[in-house]
């Protein structure tokens, strides 16, 4: 007996080789065709552009002015001039080197997003299995009481049944096939949103095996991993990083700016030029700039933190959660599959062993144990996805 349940739980466990390659190829055709992700690329490309943008030497200054003399014997003037300004060249690398930071950050932004998706894809897909299980399912029942409606509506028309009999075989019937019909409309509904996120592309997927992943055997040292590939973490972190290279910009920024330039004057026949040098005296502009990002630091290393603890937390949560639905699972699965009635109260009602309202009730009792056992594996499934999100 416990060689049987051993490998019952081991069945429970794995999910068969060729189910888990489809849910990954479904996920891949997601990843492809989702709108959201695709478009969230090309704003992201956009920003990255942006990020790029002004960082470099503003555009130099070219003037040049005819001034007309009175009285006419003084003659007129040209002058012309070009000048460069720029800000204290320490400037221009902390600009860079912030940009280059920034954008690498926004493909962090895409990966977190992208996973989000993803398992939202994967949640769907699991609760498809459980809706295509369950469907199955209730068809063989449909089938065995339109089966048990046969026979009752026989006895009634030779007066070995009563109304009461049929009319309850019947509407047990409609019950079950009104249950079944629900299901399927629920089916559909996880097709079409499964359809949304793979871009208006239709996906039939018929798989019935629940997958049931198994849980890491120590959570801190698993936490670890998962903590270092969490994106969204990945991304706060270096939000901190972003914010110290902000202020290593705010202090370069806060050094007098500086301009040079060529400058000429021509009048009467006479020129007089030369270079034109020019330092602003940082007064008032730039005042608590750097104050303003020091503060960015503190607000970046608080967010971290509290994401980081809630992270923590909510993985912690279903680590145990999924510790108690896969052990429920595993029970309900070793129980139906040891203990099934199933086929001996047919047995026995067609015998007339035991009455029709007996057989209703003990076929009851496997009816909800089946359907406990399939929500407990749905719910391990989920609760292991969420878990496991920074995998995908």
Sequence with gaps: MKKI??????????????AQNEIEKILQDVEANNTTLQALQKQIDVQKLGNKTGIWLPDPEITFEHLW??????????????????????????????????????????QSERINILLRAKQIIIKLIYNNALSKDYAQRVENDQIIVDSYQKKFNLGEADAIERNKVYLTLIACANKKEKIDIE?????NELKSLNGGKKIQYDETNIPLT?????????????????????????????????????????????SAGYYS???????????????????WENRNTVKQAKAGI??????????????????????????GLRDTAQKYRAALSSYSN??????????????????????EF???????????ERDYALAVAELTAVEL
């Design 5 to 18: 349940l051993f490998t019952l739980l081991s069945l429970c466990i794995l999910i068969p080789a060729q």
């Design 69 to 110: 003399g009175t009285p006419r014997e003084i003659g007129n003037q040209n002058d012309f001039g070009i000048t460069q300004s720029f800000d204290f060249p320490t400037v221009y690398g902390h600009r860079n080197k912030l940009a280059g930071m920034e954008n690498q950050n926004l493909d962090r932004l895409y």
């Design 187 to 191: 089916r559909e509904a996880l097709l």
């Design 214 to 258: 198994p849980l890491p055997s120590n959570f801190d040292e698993w936490y670890a991993t998962a903590e270092s590939k969490s994106p969204a973490l990945q991304y706060l972190s270096k939000k901190v990083d972003i914010s110290k290279q902000q202020v290593k910009v705010s202090r370069a920024q806060a050094l007098p700016k500086l």
């Design 265 to 283: 004057e021509r009048i009467l026949g006479e020129k007089l030029q030369g270079a034109t040098i020019g330092i602003s005296i940082p007064l």
């Design 298 to 323: 503190l607000s970046s290393e608080s967010a971290l933190e509290d994401n980081r603890n809630q992270f923590y937390n909510r993985l912690q949560n279903l680590f145990n959660q999924s510790t």
């Design 342 to 363: 199933e086929p001996l109260l047919k047995k026995a009602l067609d015998a007339g062993e035991i009455s029709l309202l007996d057989y209703l009730l003990e076929l």
């Design 366 to 376: 496997y009816y909800d144990a089946f359907n406990n056992m399939l929500e407990a």
